[in-house]
């Protein structure tokens, strides 16, 4: 009987999956040649389709009391790349089904759309790029693909990270790669961004200039990902308005053990990332602050305990501070300071397939100081998130 009900179960099981793998699929053949001629599939060697997936269950909290849970696709960027030309010509697109898909008013393309540039070859040292880009911030937070990411941290969760605009890299030598880029500096008009600050003229070209290095040392067991970048966006009484944005990425790796190690300062003459005009009320200021920067730290460890199971924790703090506080009695810049502590156990079930499945926990604080607490309204909180999932790069081509 046994033996019988095994059966019957596995028969059931069997043809659910298979009715699941078939549910809205079209059923009819209405062509009979191929999309694909066989004169065309040695193109495909060269381009790859990739499922970029996180997908879970995720339990929330606000200080410290729960408030729901749901299923989630987290994460969903449907990626396409490869060379069409040798190897002379390169292109890549990106798109997160997980975003709004409205077309932005500067650079004229979905927000939703991460990458979409064609890149040239012109030496095995050298080459360009154009399209819509990742802005080379550098910072192994921001190399990491996203669906790899828990939470960000505040700079980089609040960033136009995907600009429109031009690239070249340089290749010293298999240790140092040296880019910089040209940029849009934002996808949004700027009042969309800063509303109308009073006696400032928007740039008629706000550009973004991006200088980035990889190094790689002792044996690639340390390696770097440093940048600086200037944003113009802006002039006030003849004077540039400019955003000045640093990242400093360390990444030291063994056997064992990976340590991943930013610092990033952000100095903005107008609020580009948002947080500082965002705590303060419109009764106090009804546009974009001035005058405001930011420090963060972000630290990443992670313990391999064999080929299938990882151990990592990630802890961060950003400083948020305003330096045009109206009050002269307050002595310190500061608005806000954030923390966050993510601890995280992975398994990969198929070795050599990158496919995990994952636990984590990630748990912010918002800490206020006291003129934010008393003048703006604000107070301390915390917030919580379990989320249980899986995740992949599928290449499904």
Do not use: C
């Not at 043809?15 to 793998?21: I, K």
């Not at 077309?103 to 540039?117: C, E, G, R, V, Y």
């Not at 300062?265 to 107008?270: C, K």
């Not at 994952?358 to 919580?384: E, H, M, P, W």
């Amino acid at each position: 009987m046994r033996v019988l009900t095994s059966i019957i179960l596995g028969v059931f099981w069997a043809s659910s999956v298979y009715a699941q793998q078939e549910k809205q699929t079209d059923t009819v053949l209405n062509h009979k040649t191929p999309l694909i001629k066989a004169t065309k599939v040695d193109l495909l060697n060269n381009v790859d389709l990739i499922f970029n997936t996180q997908v879970g269950f995720n339990t929330y909290f606000d200080d410290g009391n729960y408030t729901g849970s749901k299923f989630e696709v987290n994460q969903f960027r449907l990626e396409i790349k490869g060379k069409v030309y040798k190897d002379k010509v390169f292109f890549r697109f990106r798109d997160r089904y997980t975003k709004e898909t409205e077309p932005q008013s500067t650079d004229n393309i979905s927000s939703s759309t991460d990458l979409a540039f064609i890149g040239y070859n012109i030496s095995n040292r050298t080459s360009i790029a154009i399209g819509k880009m990742t802005a080379n911030w550098g910072g192994y937070e921001f190399d990491m693909n996203p669906i790899d990411i828990y939470q960000y941290n505040d700079i980089v969760d609040n960033s136009d990270n995907f600009l429109t605009g031009v690239q070249v890299n340089w290749k010293l030598n298999a240790n140092h790669v040296f880019s910089g880029q040209i940029l849009n500096s934002r996808t949004k008009t700027f009042s969309e961004l800063y509303q109308n600050v009073p006696d400032v003229e928007e740039a008629k070209f706000p550009a973004a200039y991006v200088g980035n290095w990889n190094g790689s040392f002792l044996g690639g067991k340390f390696k770097t990902i440093y940048s600086f970048s200037i944003f113009q966006e802006a002039t006030k009484n003849g004077r540039p308005v400019n955003m000045y944005y640093t990242a400093l990425g360390n990444q030291f790796r063994s056997k064992k053990w990976l340590f991943q190690y930013d610092f990033k300062w952000s100095s903005e003459d107008l609020d580009r990332t948002g947080v500082v005009s965002t705590i303060i009320p419109d009764t106090v200021l009804d546009h974009a602050a001035e005058n405001v920067y930011y420090v963060e730290h972000w630290l990443r460890t992670v313990y391999s305990l064999n080929e299938q199971w990882k151990l990592t924790v990630i802890g961060m703090t950003s400083k948020a501070s305003w330096k045009e506080i109206p009050d002269p009695t307050v002595s310190s810049n500061r608005i806000r300071t954030a923390y966050g502590i993510i601890p995280t156990v992975e398994f990969y079930p198929i070795k050599n397939f990158n496919l995990k499945f994952f636990a984590t926990y990630v748990q912010r604080f918002y800490n206020y100081s006291d003129y934010a607490k008393t003048d703006l309204g604000q107070s301390n909180i915390t917030s919580g998130r379990i989320m249980l999932g899986i995740i992949s790069p599928l290449v499904v081509l």
